[in-house]
């Protein structure tokens, strides 16, 4: 591989201090009906994913006061938490990352919601925005 290459915008992932309140904003005002929750115990996260055209909003709730979004929020507050790129291989994409010197925060892939393999680049590499790679296989669609 002689650059990454990047499928597509898989999600925009919000940090909020309170799931069912930040649904009904974004049902109410911006009129997104498709949303599917669901909860990733391991990196302690509620979540929402609401489809938009080609790509999704992601909501985060945390789900204990220790969860690594609780963090974020008590540090910075509500907004915006990171942007997930969809790859098809992560694992080679990783590997050329290492290669090109990015620094990583999973040199190895995670399991994120419905156990997609996802993994984030260091922000200090990406303009200050935590960056996902989710997996995109056709299998499961992403
Ligand atoms: N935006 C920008 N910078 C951020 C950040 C964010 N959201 N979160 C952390 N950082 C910065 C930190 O300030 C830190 O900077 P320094 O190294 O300069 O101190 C650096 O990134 C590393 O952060 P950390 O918290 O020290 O690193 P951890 O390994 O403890 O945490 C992280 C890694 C960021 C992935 C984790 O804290 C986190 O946010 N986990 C939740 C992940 C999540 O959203 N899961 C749901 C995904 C489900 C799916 O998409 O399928």
Redesign the pocket.
Known sequence: MNKMSVKSLD?I?IAVKNLSEAIKLYQEVFGVESTETTT?ES?G?N?AFMSLGETRI?L?EPTHSES??AK?LEKRGEGL??I?FSVEEINITLQHLQSLGIRL?DNQPRE??HG?K?A?I???NTL???T?L?ESKKEHGR
Do not use: D, M, S, Y
Request: aromatic share 8%; net charge negative; hydrophobic share 55%.
């Open positions: 999600h992932a990733v990196q996260v979540i992601e985060l690594p979004v974020f938490h990171h997930a925060i994120g919601a997609v996802i984030f260091h922000p200090k200050g925005v935590l996902e989710t």
